[in-house]
């Protein structure tokens, strides 16, 4: 079994910035690929960026060079720095983790999530 929780929601305006953390508790964390997907109000869930236990990183097209995934594993801890945020990054972000040893850009990859933290990214 593996707890995911996360942490560094908030409110802020167009332009700023966020990091937002999600620690894992298990034994083999160091080996688990981690996931960051979003949840805007009334559409689906939707991929953000990925990272596997070797720092191989993937992101979606939309935050492509304005966030930034990483991961301590002495910490447990995965990151996901979000610089020039836009309104449109307004969501629910959900930390996912999966023992499958690869970049993972798809929820159904994932066996693992947090409970999400809150993002709202004002005009």
């Known amino acids: 079994q593996v707890l995911l929780v996360e942490s560094g929601g908030g409110l802020v305006q167009a332009g700023g910035s966020l990091r937002l953390s999600c620690t894992a508790s298990?034994?083999?964390?160091?080996?688990?690929?981690m996931g960051w997907f979003r949840q805007a109000p009334g559409k689906e869930r939707e991929f953000v960026a990925t990272?596997?236990?070797?720092?191989?990183?993937s992101y979606a097209d939309s935050v492509k060079g304005r966030f930034t995934i990483s991961r301590d594993n002495a910490k447990n801890t995965v990151y996901l720095q979000m610089n020039r945020l836009e309104p449109e990054d307004t969501a629910v972000y959900y930390c996912?983790?999966?023992?499958?040893?690869?970049?993972?850009?798809?929820?159904?990859?994932?066996?693992?999530w947090g409970q999400g933290t809150q993002v709202t990214v004002s005009s």
């Open positions: 298990g034994r083999t964390y160091r080996t688990y690929t």
């Open positions: 996912a983790a999966s023992t499958v040893v690869a970049p993972i850009r798809v929820e159904d990859g994932y066996p693992y």
């Open positions: 990272i596997t236990w070797s720092a191989i990183t």
